[in-house]
Each structure stands twice: as C-alpha cells, then as structure tokens.
C-alpha cells in the first residue's frame, strides 16, 4: 500500500466530539427512555390475564435486541475516550452511567427470563415455530433455562442494583487505582515515573538483564507498598461473587463460568487433563532458555524476555501491508477487510503517554464497526496483536449482521477468530526468513505467546480456584495471596525459576472483573479451539466460507455443538486438545531442534 497510515483512530466519524456529543447524549437519553418503556411493557405482559400475547412478546424481544446492542455501543466508545487518554476525567461520569444502564437492561434481561421460563410448553413451541423467533432461538432457551433456576425476581434485580456500588464499582476503582500507579525507573539517565504497563515492558524487554532487574525489583517494591489495598479490593470482589453463589445455591464455583463460556465443566476439565499431560514439553523449554541465557539465578523476567531478537524494527506501514497480504494468503475477502479497516482509520496504535495499557477490539454494533486500540512499538509482538485485534473487528463483522441475541458469545468463542488471524500472520513470518536468528526469536516469541494460553493463564486459574476457596471462610491477606502465587508457580516451573513474579494478581486485571467470572481460562479454551479450526481450515478450498459460518453461529452453539457440527470432533475427549496442542508442540521441538548446537 503507497498511503502513509494514519495512527490513531477515527472516533469523530461514529459521535462527533467525543464525550459531549449530541449524537452521544442523545444515544443516552434514548436508551433511558426505551429501558423505562420495555420495563413497562413487559409489566403489562405478565400482568394481562391468560396467555400472553405472542406478538406483543416478539415485539419486546426485537425491542429489547436495539438497546443491549445500543448498550454495548455507548459502554465500547466511553471506554475508547478513556483508553486514549486516562486523565480524561469527564468520562468517568459517563461510564458511571453507562453502568446504571446496563444494570437497568439486565434487570429486564431478569424479568424476560422469568416470563420465557413461565409459558406452557405449547406457547413455546408456538413461540418457536416463528420465523424472526428462528435466529435467536438458542439465546432464548438459554434465557428460559436461567428463568427456572434463579432466584425471585426481587431478589435478582436487587443483586444487579448493588451491584453497580458494589462489585462493579470494585472493579472501577481497581482500574483507576491501577492507572495511577507510578514507578520510577532510569530511563535515559534521570528517573521517571512510569506506569505499571510501562515497567513491565521494560522488565521484559529491555537488552540489559541489569535494567530489566531493577525494573522488577521497582516494580516489586511499589506493589509491596500497595498490595494490602489491592488485596482489600480482590477480596471484596470476591466476596460479593461468593455471596450471589451462596443465595442461588451453586455449589461449583465454576458454573458461571461454563454457562458464560458455554462449555460443559467435563469439556473444562478435559482440557486441562490434555494440558497437564504436556507440562515435560513446556519444562524442557523453559530449561532450554536458561541453558542459553547462562543465567545462575533465574527470575521471572528472564522466563519471559526473548532470548533472541529480531534485530530491526518493523515499521508500521510495514506491518499493515504484511498483515493484509497474509490475510490476503487465506482469502481475498479477508485481506479486503484488513485494508479497508486500516484505511478507514478503525485502529489507534500511536505510542504516547497518557494512554492506557493493553490492547483491545471495540464493537459498534448499531454502527456496525469496530475499533482496534493497542500501542505498537514496532515489534513483530505489536503486529502479531493488530493480527489478533483485527480477527476480533472481523468477527464482529461477520455477527454485526446477526440479531442482537445471536451476537452474543462467551469469551473462549470471541477468541476463535483473534487466535486464527494471529496464527495466518506469526506462521507465514517465521516460514519466510531464512535468517536462523530471526527464525528463533519468531519461534520465541510464537512459543512465548502459546505458553501463556497454556501453561501461565491454567496456572493463574489454579490460583484463582484455591484464592476463592480461602475467601469462603475469610479474607484472605496480601502475603497470604503471594504464597498462593508461589505455590502455583512452583508447580508449574518445577522449581528453575527462583524469583517469582508473587505479585502479578495485583496488575492481571481479569481477577477483578465483574461481569466475567474467573476471566483468564477462557482465554485458554478460545486458543486452543481455534488452534483446532486452524488446523483443519487453513489449506481448506474454502475454508473462508466454514469459518465465516462458524463464527456465524458462535452465537447460537456451545463449544461441543460448534467443534462436532464444523471439525467433526468430540470436544469432550482429550483427542480433540492433544491436536490442538500440536502446533505449540512442534514450535517447541523445532526450537529445541535449532538450539542443540548453540
């Protein structure tokens, strides 16, 4: 491509004028007014004596589908106003708002349940048997199902009420907490101030171990200075969760996981099964990297600072026009996709302070686009994640022309497609150069990126479990979470690394979400599924159109309907897993392969 890429993102062209426009504001007031209406609406519906009106029902439904889609689109674009710049305290209000409508929403999400889980069984099929009822048939058993188990309606709307001061008001004041976060590092022969984002990238990053050290050891030292406030909040998050499990009577603290991810716990736990049967191949690599570094004493930074490096940078023209002609590689819609997402300025990557840390994909659904929000750093790991971020704009692509009940998906199904498009780019990269270095360090990094899915993200889940059994009976203290870190990480390591990272539950952000129960796992499941649909579709004559009718229905299927109707495979046996492991597999020993003379 000849144009010069613009970095920063377009937001003006969805509302004009960022937080105070009208266009906004008005968004808002309509979705205030709507909600007040469809709660009366549905009033009116349970209180009409006899049966209830099918077509008056539809019409809420179809109602309803406009604002969670207006919802999720006012949430998206406050949290980019954010994003672009954390001393933008006039958002904060907004967000604040935001939250009070969502709570609203779900509330008659509550209320809608109970109405489906009360009809006769005629009315449901007759219900049913309706054309626009077809598309969103599964979200709307779903809601049926949840109406039978859930606690009296009171009850439920009065848990999503205080939630909006409680554990949702947590999660916020851990994110401001976080950003606010300073640590003073030499950088350029003075000290600054940096954030949390920022000293980790050095600790990891930076050539000289003596600065990645001292990085780590700022970092540890600002985190023991803090970590009883953030222990305080991690506990109060959740004791909150704990306590709604308690009133609804779930014994098996994974059962909101699974139904949000909609997953069978026996398909969880096979998954970790085939994980655990692994756990030699990621030792042997960890080994292997210690062996090259010729580091006495290594620490968690060593485990995840590259070994190899690609000795330039990738400028970021480079890596839209690498990125289209590997999306390009697997079908010419996709690659047209990626260039009109660039061109239409969708994705802020420029590198400035102020910022937030992270990446993610915003979804407009009303608008029917996508945003794309990162920092590129002109690194092949930055244009691995614009890759990743862009799967994640294409599938919303595909599901933006789905209702608003069949957008809806489950963590592990949103990473299907981010993981595929990261694959198509990091694979042809390492295919393609004939530099022996440059070839390790992109399996370094490919490997690197697969560890976390597979060995860091189950191990932070394992802690995860053992951190909600300790807070059923009380808080659980700072050191006393840092000792469940080490024990976690001990196992996994197997004792090679001697300094751990015993604070990292305090800057992983996922432990304090509150709509999203135990939030890194499913990050697993979506890796290793799409590892799986990779696999089998990227020599495939027409895979574009299976994958297009796979992420098509990721909002109507579980994970075991989806992997038996397009892999033809049991998700529910470790076969499945072991296959999709395989790719991080043969990373792995051909890395070990490539060192044995260095």
Same mark, same amino acid.
């Given at each position: 491509?000849?144009?010069?890429?613009?970095?920063?993102?377009?937001?003006?062209?969805?509302?004009?004028?960022?937080?105070?426009?009208?266009?906004?504001?008005?968004?808002?007031?309509?979705?205030?007014?709507?909600?007040?209406?469809?709660?009366?609406?549905?009033?009116?519906?349970?209180?009409?004596?006899?049966?209830?009106?099918?077509?008056?029902?539809?019409?809420?439904?179809?109602?309803?589908?406009?604002?969670?889609?207006?919802?999720?689109?006012?949430?998206?674009?406050?949290?980019?106003?954010?994003?672009?710049?954390?001393?933008?305290?006039?958002?904060?209000?907004?967000?604040?708002?935001?939250?009070?409508?969502?709570?609203?929403?779900?509330?008659?999400?509550?209320?809608?349940?109970?109405?489906?889980?009360?009809?006769?069984?005629?009315?449901?099929?007759?219900?049913?048997?309706?054309?626009?009822?077809?598309?969103?048939?599964?979200?709307?058993?779903?809601?049926?199902?949840?109406?039978?188990?859930?606690?009296?309606?009171?009850?439920?709307?009065?848990?999503?009420?205080?939630?909006?001061?409680?554990?949702?008001?947590?999660?916020?004041?851990?994110?401001?907490?976080?950003?606010?976060?300073?640590?003073?590092?030499?950088?350029?022969?003075?000290?600054?101030?940096?954030?949390?984002?920022?000293?980790?990238?050095?600790?990891?990053?930076?050539?000289?171990?003596?600065?990645?050290?001292?990085?780590?050891?700022?970092?540890?030292?600002?985190?023991?200075?803090?970590?009883?406030?953030?222990?305080?909040?991690?506990?109060?998050?959740?004791?909150?969760?704990?306590?709604?499990?308690?009133?609804?009577?779930?014994?098996?603290?994974?059962?909101?996981?699974?139904?949000?991810?909609?997953?069978?716990?026996?398909?969880?736990?096979?998954?970790?099964?085939?994980?655990?049967?692994?756990?030699?191949?990621?030792?042997?690599?960890?080994?292997?990297?210690?062996?090259?570094?010729?580091?006495?004493?290594?620490?968690?930074?060593?485990?995840?600072?590259?070994?190899?490096?690609?000795?330039?940078?990738?400028?970021?023209?480079?890596?839209?026009?690498?990125?289209?002609?590997?999306?390009?590689?697997?079908?010419?819609?996709?690659?047209?996709?990626?260039?009109?997402?660039?061109?239409?300025?969708?994705?802020?990557?420029?590198?400035?302070?102020?910022?937030?840390?992270?990446?993610?994909?915003?979804?407009?659904?009303?608008?029917?686009?996508?945003?794309?929000?990162?920092?590129?750093?002109?690194?092949?790991?930055?244009?691995?994640?614009?890759?990743?971020?862009?799967?994640?704009?294409?599938?919303?692509?595909?599901?933006?022309?789905?209702?608003?009940?069949?957008?809806?998906?489950?963590?592990?199904?949103?990473?299907?497609?981010?993981?595929?498009?990261?694959?198509?780019?990091?694979?042809?990269?390492?295919?393609?150069?004939?530099?022996?270095?440059?070839?390790?360090?992109?399996?370094?990094?490919?490997?690197?990126?697969?560890?976390?899915?597979?060995?860091?993200?189950?191990?932070?889940?394992?802690?995860?479990?053992? !951190? *909600?059994?300790?807070? #059923? %009976?009380?808080?659980?203290?700072?050191?006393? =979470?840092?000792? @469940?870190? +080490?024990?976690?990480?001990?196992?996994?390591?197997?004792?090679?690394?001697?300094?751990?990272?015993?604070?990292?539950?305090?800057?992983?952000?996922? !432990? *304090?979400?509150?709509? #999203? %129960?135990?939030?890194?796992?499913?990050?697993? =499941?979506?890796? @290793?599924? +799409?590892?799986?649909?990779?696999?089998?579709?990227?020599?495939?004559?027409?895979?574009?159109?299976?994958?297009?009718?796979?992420?098509?229905?990721?909002?109507?299927?579980?994970?075991?309907?989806?992997?038996?109707?397009?892999?033809?495979?049991?998700?529910?046996?470790?076969?499945?897993?072991?296959?999709?492991?395989?790719?991080?597999?043969?990373?792995?020993?051909?890395?070990?392969?490539?060192?044995?003379?260095?």
């Amino acid at each position: 491509m000849e144009q010069i890429m613009n970095q920063n993102w377009d937001l003006a062209s969805l509302y004009p004028d960022e937080t105070m426009s009208n266009k906004l504001l008005e968004l808002s007031a309509e979705l205030d007014m709507t909600i007040e209406t469809l709660s009366e609406n549905l009033k009116q519906l349970n209180r009409s004596s006899g049966i209830i009106n099918l077509s008056k029902l539809v019409k809420f439904i179809q109602r309803t589908q406009y604002v969670q889609n207006g919802s999720e689109e006012f949430d998206d674009l406050l949290i980019c106003i954010y994003a672009q710049n954390t001393n933008n305290t006039e958002v904060i209000g907004l967000l604040d708002h935001s939250a009070v409508i969502k709570s609203k929403l779900q509330s008659i999400q509550l209320e809608l349940n109970l109405t489906l889980a009360n009809l006769s069984e005629d009315l449901w099929a007759e219900l049913l048997r309706l054309s626009e009822v077809d598309p969103i048939a599964f979200y709307l058993l779903e809601c049926r199902q949840k109406g039978k188990e859930q606690l009296p309606l009171e009850m439920e709307r009065l848990i999503s009420s205080l939630s909006i001061n409680g554990i949702k008001g947590l999660e916020q004041h851990y994110e401001q907490m976080l950003t606010k976060i300073r640590i003073p590092l030499k950088m350029d022969g003075e000290i600054k101030e940096v954030s949390i984002g920022q000293a980790l990238n050095e600790a990891i990053y930076a050539k000289n171990r003596l600065v990645r050290q001292d990085a780590a050891l700022a970092i540890k030292h600002i985190c023991e200075k803090n970590a009883d406030l953030f222990a305080s909040v991690l506990n109060r998050i959740a004791g909150f969760r704990l306590t709604i499990y308690e009133q609804r009577g779930w014994d098996n603290l994974l059962k909101e996981l699974c139904l949000q991810n909609r997953i069978m716990d026996e398909t969880l736990q096979t998954m970790l099964t085939s994980i655990n049967q692994h756990k030699e191949l990621i030792k042997s690599y960890i080994q292997r990297k210690i062996e090259l570094g010729q580091i006495k004493n290594p620490s968690w930074f060593d485990l995840e600072s590259p070994h190899f490096t690609v000795a330039v940078k990738v400028p970021y023209q480079d890596a839209v026009t690498l990125i289209i002609e590997q999306f390009e590689t697997f079908s010419d819609s996709l690659g047209k996709f990626a260039e009109e997402a660039f061109e239409a300025d969708w994705i802020e990557t420029e590198n400035r302070p102020s910022k937030a840390e992270g990446g993610f994909c915003a979804s407009f659904p009303l608008s029917k686009q996508s945003r794309i929000f990162l920092t590129y750093r002109e690194n092949y790991q930055d244009v691995i994640t614009i890759a990743h971020e862009l799967g994640h704009a294409y599938h919303n692509y595909i599901l933006h022309k789905e209702p608003a009940f069949a957008q809806q998906k489950g963590t592990s199904l949103a990473e299907t497609a981010s993981t595929f498009m990261e694959n198509l780019v990091v694979d042809a990269v390492i295919k393609q150069t004939t530099s022996k270095e440059e070839k390790l360090a992109l399996l370094e990094m490919k490997i690197s990126n697969g560890l976390k899915y597979v060995g860091t993200i189950p191990n932070m889940f394992k802690f995860e479990q053992e !951190f *909600y059994e300790k807070r #059923k %009976a009380n808080v659980v203290t700072a050191e006393e =979470i840092n000792t @469940l870190i +080490s024990k976690a990480e001990n196992e996994l390591y197997d004792g090679l690394i001697e300094d751990l990272a015993v604070h990292k539950w305090m800057y992983i952000s996922h !432990f *304090y979400n509150a709509e #999203k %129960a135990f939030y890194n796992i499913p990050y697993t =499941i979506g890796y @290793l599924f +799409s590892n799986g649909i990779y696999e089998r579709l990227k020599n495939s004559e027409n895979g574009v159109e299976q994958l297009n009718e796979l992420l098509r229905s990721s909002g109507r299927m579980t994970v075991e309907q989806l992997a038996e109707r397009y892999l033809g495979v049991d998700a529910t046996k470790t076969t499945f897993w072991d296959r999709s492991l395989q790719p991080l597999r043969e990373a792995i020993e051909e890395y070990l392969y490539l060192t044995e003379d260095i």
